[in-house]
């Protein structure tokens, strides 16, 4: 079968890209996803480091399966339609020409290593008020300043952030200050450097898990929609 080169623009008859569509196809040098689709499946793009500039996501995008977009070329900013709702383990990881990160406000997950190794994310990053859970991994490596929580929040998985040597501020804006790994723990959710603050007030959900607990909850739960 011959490899595809060159800018990759889908017919818009297309509804949804399948498992591995396209992945390791590192000829590939751009891509314009038609405006009716609704659900990208794992792998999908997964490897295709050619594929550079802005990476456009229609409107009507609802779910994003595990790794459809790691380890691609895309620079810029990235911006989530506000109808999506689920993005998958690994979505972006490795994308590290990615600077700045939209999230959509129907996300209720952000699952393990999802913007992992992103390293050129900067400035602030805003998790939204229906995000319940961030996964382990979901944003190590990156380069985000600031990081602000939705009031609904209520777990951030082991090494969430960790090796965000800029990440100076975490923020917790709910009356219940979410569970996370601590500084005590061998991949706490925060470096060092940072510094975490909670709303006026608020109780924890259920207090940082301790050393000994092997049973916390992974935002990484849940299928993707891609069988």
Known sequence: CQRLSGPLELPDSVEFIGESAFEGDASLSGLRLPAGISLICEKSFRG????????????????????????????????????????????FSGCKGLTSLYLSPALEHIKDYAFSGCEALQGCVTIPDRVKSVGRSA?????????????????????????????????????????????????????????????????????????????????????????
Request: hydrophobic content about 30%; overall charge negative.
């Open 139 to 227: 944003f190590s490596g990156c380069g985000c300043t600031e990081v602000n929580f939705g009031a609904n929040v209520r777990s951030i998985g082991e090494g969430a952030f960790l090796s965000c040597g800029s990440l100076t501020s975490a923020s917790f804006t709910g009356a219940l200050t979410p569970d996370y790994y601590d500084s005590e723990e061998k991949k706490p959710s925060f470096p060092e450097s940072c510094k975490v603050n909670a709303a006026p007030g608020a109780a924890p959900w259920r207090g940082t898990w301790g050393k000994n607990e092997n049973a916390a909850p992974s935002a990484g739960d849940g299928g993707s929609g891609c069988g």
């Open 48 to 91: 295709c480091s050619g594929m550079s500039g802005s990476l456009s996501l229609p409107s009507g995008l609802l779910v994003i399966g595990d790794n459809a977009f790691a380890d691609t070329g895309f620079t810029g900013a990235l911006e989530l339609p506000d109808g999506l709702r689920s993005v998958g383990k690994g979505s």
